[in-house]
């Protein structure tokens, strides 16, 4: 009786020592965007920005300071939306791929485009992802509350029953892809 205690207490404290590290590395990279969204003031306020790694030329910002500036306020909330999708536990959390598909194409823009008009016509883009998000949304949550006036549990006992629980980081972004 007691080997088979302990090998379940060994199990438990296993866990929990790795949930307590990566719930530290999750909090350690929340409490850090606000310094790495001032990371763009170490770029300087030209149009040629050169490196010993690399040359960059700012074409439609006229400056790479102004193009860094408005590259960390597109990635700082991004990944602050992927922090929250991987660590949500709710039934509703694919939702939020609407906001980081929102993000990662104004991303994009700014790289590619590196001109005024980033933050235009995007609705277009998203329009496919939002189709097909919403109604997948709406169809888990009619099978919730259909659940719940015919059956007596929880609301937190029904959305463990309808949350997918990959076993590692690589087999949650596998069942997006």
């Not at 991303?107 to 329009?127: M, P, R």
Request: with cysteine; glycine share 2%.
């Amino acid at each position: 009786m007691e080997l088979k205690s302990t090998k379940t207490k060994s199990r438990f404290q296993k866990t929990d020592k790795k949930s307590l590290v990566i719930g530290s590395i999750v909090a350690t990279a929340i409490a850090a965007t606000p310094y790495l969204f001032y990371l763009y003031e170490s770029v300087p306020n030209t149009k040629v920005w050169n490196t010993f790694l690399f040359s960059y030329e700012s074409r439609g910002y006229e400056s790479v300071f102004v193009l860094a500036w408005t590259l960390t306020g597109k990635l700082i909330p991004l990944i602050l939306l992927f922090i929250w999708f991987f660590t949500c536990k709710h039934w509703w959390y694919h939702v939020l791929l609407i906001p980081i598909s929102m993000y990662t194409y104004q991303a994009i823009s700014v790289i590619n485009e590196d001109s005024g008009n980033i933050d235009t016509n995007q609705i277009i883009y998203l329009v496919p992802i939002i189709a097909i998000i919403v109604p997948s949304i709406y169809l888990i949550r009619a099978q919730l509350f259909n659940r719940i006036n015919t059956i007596n549990k929880t609301m937190e006992e029904l959305e463990e029953e309808f949350k997918l629980s990959p076993k590692n980081f690589w087999e949650k972004i596998k069942q997006y892809f």
